[in-house]
């Protein structure tokens, strides 16, 4: 973990106390799973009243999430064999059927543009959210621009475009990344040349 500020997102739900938190999500499969496990903690714990989950209309990349996936991952949840999963399962099925989770797309997440470009629906749609969070490394490009900045930028400064707090949950799988410290990425230029694309580094960043 390359820069952690989970502590400052969960303190930022914490205070906010039941408001409504985006999830931008990334690709299906196992990665959609854990997604979907967060969210029921959001709202089974009481950082959210509201989550809604943004997919994709349809794939951009092979693997990125859409409705059809999240409801044949629900499906799967409910019938897991663990007490647990199944548990899990059972709330954001229920929690779907009361409003408490939303699933929704845009046409905009399987266009070629940044984040700075939201169309101004969109943007009002995540206005007034507690937090977005992201998903995956093409979310974070979009987020930030996609430019081939200094790791050691800052990541508040590459994305005060946002119309609410942002958090990007992420791992490295391309060149693009700021908010590193210069002590880490000194370390990472000098001993392993493909830190920024070997997937072996992630970053949990927060810009409240």
């Known amino acids: 973990m390359l820069a952690d500020d989970s502590a400052s997102l969960w303190a930022a739900l914490e205070r906010a106390g039941g408001g409504r938190i985006c999830v931008i999500a990334d690709n299906a499969g196992r990665e959609l799973l854990p997604d979907l496990v967060l969210i029921d903690h959001l709202l089974d714990s009481g950082p959210a009243s509201q989550v809604v989950l943004y997919v994709k209309p349809q794939p951009y990349y092979v693997s990125d999430a859409t ?80 430019q081939l900045w200094p790791p050691t930028t800052p990541f508040t400064a590459t994305t005060d475009h946002f119309p609410t707090s942002v958090t990007a949950l992420r791992t490295l799988k391309s060149d693009v990344v700021t908010g590193i410290d210069v002590t880490t990425v000194a370390r990472l230029d000098g001993t392993e040349p493909a830190w920024r694309t070997s997937g072996r580094h992630a970053v949990i960043q927060v810009r409240l």
């Open 67 to 146: 409705m059809t996936d999240v409801l044949a991952t629900l499906e799967r949840l409910r019938a897991a064999p663990s007490a647990h999963g199944h548990a899990i399962g059972r709330r954001l099925h229920h929690a779907m059927a009361s409003g408490a989770f939303v699933v929704r797309t845009h046409p905009f997440f399987s266009a070629p543009l940044p984040f700075h470009d939201i169309p101004a629906d969109l943007r009002a749609e995540l206005s007034g959210a507690t937090m977005t969070i992201l998903k995956g490394d093409l979310n974070y490009r979009r987020l930030v621009g996609d």
